[in-house]
């Protein structure tokens, strides 16, 4: 989302290990209410984490609604344990468009949980907003914020009862040291990485049951095809979606029944793939 609470889903979410870490700095930073850093390149799997942690697929549709004046499908008694909002600045954000921003998505987390909470009431009387609800705000491409927008989402964590998780580019602890009120406050840091070979397996044996197929692991066939995969995306999520997208167009163009070393390579050269 940029400034606008939008989520886009695109496969189904895999719970991998690296997700798991993700969760468990989340949970942290909202116990103790401690600012967090979470850096990693590009395409390992940020955003989507975030937004899996927060159910954000959920919450956004809801959101989207308030914000267009629709009425919303309540009650969602599934949004009763919602207690993150996800953010994201634009290049352009201002102290006041954050602030803004922010206050209208804790509001609207907090109309959508208390709703929820009195699901099956003829008459529900939900509580004024007093930010209870949002334990935990997740700044993703935190990358983007100058300082004056910084500041200004300081003094809100200052006077809030929340964690605060920022997510950005390696090197974003490093810039951020720069800033002494701000990198003070800050209790924990999480490197997300790449996906493992181990990961890599999990979530390529879910791309083939996508195309109708079955990952074999003893099959030559399949397992050139996997080495080949690994190779090329390095365990970057994000190319290993793009190239994915490529071959579910090769294998109805040329009648094929396999994921080979051939198609993984056509699918490749189909790709612009940088360094970074």
């Not at 290990?17 to 930073?29: K, N």
């Not at 850096?39 to 942690?53: D, F, I, R």
């Not at 009763?80 to 998505?105: N, Q, W």
Request: glycine share 6%; with cysteine.
């Amino acid at each position: 989302m940029s400034e606008s609470p939008t989520a886009v889903r695109t496969d189904a979410f895999l719970v991998t290990q690296e997700y798991r870490r993700f969760a468990e700095f989340c949970d942290a930073c909202r116990r103790y209410r401690y600012i967090g850093l979470c850096h990693g390149p590009p395409g390992v799997g940020k955003t989507l984490s975030a937004q899996q942690y927060a159910h954000w697929d959920a919450v956004a549709a809801l959101f989207q609604d308030q914000r267009f004046g629709l009425e919303p499908s309540l009650p969602r008694p599934d949004l009763v344990d919602c207690r993150t909002v996800v953010y994201t600045p634009s290049m352009t954000t201002t102290p006041k468009r954050l602030e803004d921003a922010l206050h209208e998505l804790r509001w609207s987390l907090h109309y959508a949980v208390e709703a929820a909470q009195h699901a099956g009431q003829a008459e529900p009387r939900l509580e004024a907003f007093d930010d209870r609800w949002t334990e935990l705000v997740i700044v993703d491409e935190a990358d983007r914020l100058k300082f004056p927008p910084l500041e200004q989402l300081r003094d809100i964590y200052d006077r809030g009862r929340f964690g605060l998780v920022l997510i950005g580019m390696p090197g974003i602890e490093r810039r951020l040291a720069r800033y002494a009120q701000f990198s003070s406050r800050v209790g924990f840091v999480h490197h997300y990485r790449t996906l493992s070979a181990d990961a890599m397996r999990l979530v390529l044996a879910h791309k083939w049951q996508q195309l109708g197929l079955t990952l074999v692991p003893d099959d030559v066939n399949d397992a050139e095809a996997v080495a080949a995969i690994i190779r090329i995306t390095g365990g970057n999520l994000r190319l290993v979606q793009r190239l994915f997208s490529q071959i579910e167009r090769i294998l109805p163009i040329n009648r094929l029944q396999a994921v080979t070393t051939e198609v993984v390579e056509a699918a490749r050269q189909s790709l612009v793939i940088g360094s970074g």
